[in-house]
């Protein structure tokens, strides 16, 4: 590749782009063999961040603005591979992804938004394929844990069962940090969309909305809460389960149906057993709602927790495969950062290294990340990211 730069950073002037930045900077100096980039609307901006994050001073600099498709094109044409943190992608994301599909390059973003996800796809991904790009979407907390947990705890079912199995639970178990302010933008930016345009109704509810051509079985709603027989718990709405259940499905789609075309699978919040998880579920449902309106007074974009509340934050996420006899295999997924900053960070740059070096030979198109690069990002993420990966006996 004549490429100037492996990675190039956009949008690392924003929250999460310089904790991007920050990452690559502290984790990959001195590592000649890399060459990376930040980019941004402001020079002098890039510039305070780069002194801030105490990146070497002669990291370039590149200004950029998704407004202007001759710089974002100018851009793109020194990188390898594009990381984009710059949401709502609804918003701001179209013109990058058309560049990086016409020229070749790479692109990763933390895209939770699948309805614009479906628009690129149906738009993009013959040019991708044609000219080398590999576009991958959702390279964060949405949604790399649950489509690695659900690809790990099917490696065990098939080594218990001897075949994978067509029903999978994912139980988020316990969660201490804010989703990210681009995250409730970008549903709100959804929400407006689809009140624009009532025919996206019936594409935000379906499952299979991004794997076109192909629709499975009927999937749980997941949308009140339940009592989980398997669990012994009551259940409550996961917020991210609409971003994660659609990229599992074209994650399995992606890997020719390895879970089965029969495939079902639903995310949940564990609440507890008896009258007091009941009460916790229904709580649950009432803070989801005021997420959902931008009543909950979180993170604005370009916001977010400071360092000591990234590192106190975790995740641990269950992932339970149940065989059509009823046995069960049982696999954690945990992170040891908040959620939606430490954790995602790391996870995308991580994810850029795993697919120019682990995985180099990922054929064009537009993936996901687990599809993409499996068990090597599965490797990188424990190694380098925090994550654990644990078959639960």
Request: glycine residues 10%; aromatic residues 8%.
């Amino acid at each position: 590749m004549s490429s100037k730069f492996d990675i190039v950073v956009y949008g690392a002037t924003g929250f999460t782009g310089q904790l991007v930045a920050e990452y690559l900077a502290a984790h990959y100096k001195g590592d000649s063999g890399l060459k990376w980039a930040m980019a941004g609307r402001s020079k002098d901006k890039l510039a305070a961040v780069r002194d801030a994050i105490g990146a070497p001073d002669d990291t370039a600099l590149i200004v950029a603005d998704g407004g202007d498709a001759a710089s974002l094109q100018a851009m793109v044409a020194q990188a390898r591979l594009i990381i984009t943190t710059v949401g709502p992608y609804q918003l701001y994301g179209s013109e990058l992804v058309a560049a990086c599909a016409a020229s070749g390059t790479d692109y990763l973003d933390l895209c939770g938004e699948p309805l614009w996800m479906r628009k690129m796809i149906d738009a993009h991904e013959a040019a991708a394929k044609s000219s080398g790009a590999r576009i991958l979407f959702s390279c964060g907390f949405d949604s790399i844990p649950f489509e690695l947990g659900v690809y790990f705890v099917e490696q065990a079912a098939k080594k218990e069962f001897g075949a994978p199995v067509a029903r999978v639970k994912g139980r988020v178990r316990a969660m201490k940090g804010t989703f990210s302010g681009g995250t409730a933008a970008s549903a709100r930016a959804t929400f407006a969309a689809v009140a624009q345009d009532l025919s996206l109704v019936s594409m935000v509810q379906d499952p299979f909305v991004l794997t076109p051509g192909f629709d499975g079985p009927k999937q749980p709603r997941g949308n009140k809460p339940l009592l989980d027989e398997d669990m012994g718990s009551w259940t409550a709405p996961f917020i991210m389960a609409t971003i994660n259940t659609r990229n599992v499905h074209r994650s399995n789609m992606l890997m020719d149906f390895p879970y089965g075309r029969d495939f079902v699978y639903d995310e949940m919040v564990l609440t507890g057993p008896g009258e007091q998880g009941e009460a916790n579920a229904k709580k649950v449902v009432a803070a989801v709602n005021a997420e959902r309106m931008g009543a909950s007074g979180g993170p604005k974009p370009g916001e977010g927790p400071s360092k000591e509340e990234r590192e106190n934050g975790m995740y641990d996420l269950l992932f339970v495969a149940i065989a059509p006899d009823g046995k069960q295999v049982r696999a954690a997924v945990k992170g040891d950062r908040d959620p939606g900053y430490g954790s995602t960070s790391k996870m995308i740059a991580e994810c850029a290294l795993c697919l120019l070096r682990d995985t180099p030979n990922v054929p064009a198109g537009i993936w996901t990340p687990g599809a993409a690069m499996g068990d090597k990002l599965i490797k990188r993420l424990v190694d380098n990211a925090g994550l654990t990966f644990e078959v639960e006996k």
